[in-house]
């Protein structure tokens, strides 16, 4: 069974500064996506991005970024420019892209880090 | 194209009562998941239906049931219902047949259970 590690509850930052939160994941497979989801306060889940295991190349969304490095089984996003409305819990998460017709599509989630922006 | 909608958004039930909880997923998609969120567990997954068939089940008790409709949207159900049963719950909804699928979320059902 896959299993998802966020190891710090909660981050800290200052407004218009960086802030990286980090993700670990154990999985045997090797293909698969992974995923940031942001969770503000009004509880809605919002993908912030997302990346295939078999792309090299990190993914970016505007301000966010990804450090994926598949050997060490790490994951971790950066926020750019930080901004109040970054505040939130964010979720690391795990699909597998085998067979998805037969495993489907479930997600396995970290424990979440709360991202706290101070203005 | 509108997002995932979730009926109702607040419930509170007594022990032992049961309840019934809505998905209508975006347009065109077919596949519902649904998750539970509590403080201590966390978000875990509950089940998947896809094209109304279960497609895949977390490890909940026979007490947690769902389907799915022709038109695509489910019900969760959950019986004889426990205090530890409270919690948020959080339908998904993806097109369910592409290995680049991702699931978009509803804005959840907040189940209290006194």
């Known amino acids: 069974a896959q299993t998802v590690t966020q190891s710090q509850p909660e981050m800290s930052v200052q407004e218009a500064e960086t802030v990286t939160l980090s993700c670990t994941y154990d999985?045997?497979?090797?293909?698969?996506?992974l995923f940031w989801y942001k969770q503000p306060p009004s509880r809605q889940m919002i993908l912030v991005i997302r990346q295939e295991a078999y792309k090299q190349q990190n993914a970016t969304e505007n301000r966010f970024s990804v450090n994926f490095q598949k050997a060490a089984k790490s994951f971790s996003l950066k926020i750019s420019d930080s901004q109040l409305g970054d505040a939130a819990m964010y979720f690391c998460?795990?699909?597998?892209?085998?067979?998805?017709?037969?495993?489907?599509?479930?997600?396995?989630f970290g424990g979440g880090t709360r991202v706290l922006v101070k203005p | 194209k509108a997002g995932v909608t979730q009926t109702p958004r607040y419930l509170i039930k007594t022990r032992g009562q049961q309840v019934t909880l809505s998905c209508s997923p975006i347009s065109g998609h077919r596949s519902v998941s649904w998750y539970q969120q509590t403080p201590g567990q966390g978000l875990q997954f509950l089940f998947e239906?896809?094209?109304?068939?279960?497609?895949n089940k977390g490890n909940f008790p026979g007490r947690f049931s769902g389907r799915q409709f022709s038109n695509s949207r489910s019900e969760m159900n959950v019986s004889t219902l426990e205090l530890g049963d409270s919690a948020l719950y959080l339908c998904?909804?993806?097109?369910?047949?592409?290995?680049?699928?991702?699931?978009?979320f509803g804005p959840g059902t907040r189940l209290t259970v006194l």
């Open positions: 239906y896809f094209s109304e068939t279960q497609r």
């Open positions: 998904a909804s993806s097109l369910g047949h592409l290995s680049t699928d991702t699931q978009y």
């Open positions: 999985t045997s497979e090797s293909d698969y996506y």
């Open positions: 998460a795990y699909r597998s892209a085998l067979l998805i017709k037969a495993a489907g599509n479930k997600l396995t």
